[in-house]
């Protein structure tokens, strides 16, 4: 079945700091959404983005689906910024699902 | 607030018994679907209903079971439950069918003891 890795796994920031996160994916996937889970448990929805690039905020995406991957982009962090950032893919054909990635730990220090 | 309801936020029950999650979907969304969350599984598909129907199935046990009424909430049962079963359940819900945005709930966390 689809792989889906993320890098890095584990990522300190001093607050203030720029950081990007990848997504790699090994199969043909028409929708990718990136996720952020609070220190609470909470899945939120940051991006939807199969293809192309979206900002909001200090948050951006970019997924290149022909080579198979997307990245996230987040500036100058903050402390709120902390918790789990998770990729999903949807596959092209078959089943209606997301595969997750594996997460990349994200904590910000003040 | 996501739109996305699920109750109980919590839960405690023993070895063997059954439990029932609800979710509430998005205003118009006609798609729901269930994840498990567990620590050394990560985050896994289980079920998906579209407009009352099943649509699509993964990686759930034979012990649940699931379904979505005429007003589009749905009930996942979790039934014979063992202390491996102990995990957030998350529902999130679609506009379509097809796999487009989620939206999640804030999940039911189960512990079972």
């Known amino acids: 079945g689809i792989q889906v890795e993320q890098s890095p796994p584990d990522l300190i920031l001093q607050e203030g700091a720029n950081s990007t996160l990848r997504c790699n994916f090994s199969d043909s996937v028409n929708n990718l959404q990136w996720f952020h889970q609070n220190p609470w448990g909470q899945l939120i929805n940051l991006f939807y983005i199969p293809s192309g690039t979206k900002q909001n905020g200090r948050l951006s995406a970019t997924t290149v689906a022909t080579e198979r991957y997307s990245l996230l982009y987040i500036s100058s962090s903050q402390t709120t910024d902390s918790g789990v950032y998770f990729c999903?893919?949807?596959?092209?054909?078959?089943?209606?699902?997301?595969?997750f990635g594996t997460g990349t730990r994200l904590k910000v220090l003040a | 607030d996501s739109g996305v309801t699920q109750t109980p936020k919590h839960l405690i029950t023993a070895t063997g018994q059954r439990v029932t999650l609800r979710c509430s979907p998005r205003s118009g969304d006609l798609s729901v679907y269930w994840y498990q969350q567990s620590l050394d599984q990560g985050l896994q598909f289980l079920i998906q209903?579209?407009?009352?129907?099943?649509?699509a199935k993964g990686n759930i046990l034979e012990r649940f079971s699931a379904q979505q009424f005429p007003d589009l909430h749905s009930e996942l049962n979790l039934s014979s439950l063992e202390l491996g079963d102990s995990a957030l359940y998350f529902c999130?819900?679609?506009?379509?069918?097809?796999?487009?945005?989620?939206?999640f709930g804030s999940g039911t966390r189960l512990t079972v003891v």
């Open positions: 999903a893919v949807g596959l092209t054909s078959g089943t209606y699902k997301y595969i």
């Open positions: 209903y579209y407009n009352g129907e099943e649509r």
């Open positions: 999130a819900s679609s506009p379509w069918e097809g796999n487009y945005g989620y939206t």
